[in-house]
């Protein structure tokens, strides 16, 4: 059974900014290392951020780097999402799954995925 549940999304102007929650219904969230990922209309879903159980931070190369802030709250078992100066291109549902490294960077854990958040950026 999936624990990582997401949200947080909705509808924002560019240039403006949202917080993405991912909480963990399970063990304690620090003891997993937890990534974002997003999936644009027609396109692949790719890896956004993640924070490992040492609490270090790693972000994708392009994308939203420098636009986003990943975080934890360990009290409420939940990782966040800040993002900042939003655009349409960043329109995508956004996931949230424990990672793990790859030849290619990150990758998902489990092949389990949630229903997501929708963020919608308007122009």
């Known amino acids: 059974q999936r624990q990582l549940v997401e949200s947080g999304g909705g509808l924002v102007q560019s240039g403006g900014s949202l917080k993405l929650s991912c909480v963990d219904s399970g063990r304690a969230i620090t003891a997993k290392n937890v990534g974002w990922f997003r999936q644009a209309p027609g396109k692949e879903r790719e890896f956004v951020a993640a924070i490992l159980m040492s609490g270090i931070r790693t972000y994708d190369a392009s994308s939203m780097r420098g636009r986003i802030t990943i975080s934890r709250d360990s009290a409420k078992n939940t990782v966040y999402l800040q993002m900042y100066s939003l655009k349409p291109e960043d329109t995508a549902v956004y996931y949230c799954?424990?990672?793990?490294?790859?030849?290619?960077?990150?990758?998902?854990?489990?092949?389990?995925w949630g229903q997501g958040t929708q963020v919608t950026v308007a122009s």
């Open positions: 799954n424990t990672v793990t490294p790859g030849s290619a960077g990150w990758s998902p854990t489990s092949e389990s």
